[in-house]
């Protein structure tokens, strides 16, 4: 599933996630003259995807990339989701 905001409403862009493989629920622009489909409830996911991404950009290392090996920036980026993961269930318990 692609999730993006109306900046991203063009038909090549839903035809180029369709031939992916996947369905672009993407909020439609107001002058579009042919309805497209559109699922309000599933377009509230986007905002927790953003505020994860915006979280684990507060790792210095992270969100100015410094590894020079894609494999070392995953585990990292994989460490500080950890590291989130388990600041919200120790607040919770």
Do not use: H
Request: glycine share 2%; with cysteine.
């Amino acid at each position: 599933m692609l999730l993006a905001d109306r900046g991203y409403d063009a038909d090549w862009i839903r035809e180029l996630a369709m031939k992916k493989g996947a369905w672009a629920n993407i909020q439609p622009k107001s002058n579009r003259s042919d309805p497209i489909c559109f699922s309000p409830y599933l377009y509230r996911a986007r905002n927790q995807v953003e505020r994860f991404f915006n979280r684990i950009k507060q790792c210095r290392r992270v969100a100015t990339r410094d590894d020079k090996l894609a494999a070392n920036y995953l585990a990292f980026v994989q460490l500080a989701s950890i590291r989130l993961w388990l600041r919200v269930n120790e607040s919770t318990s």
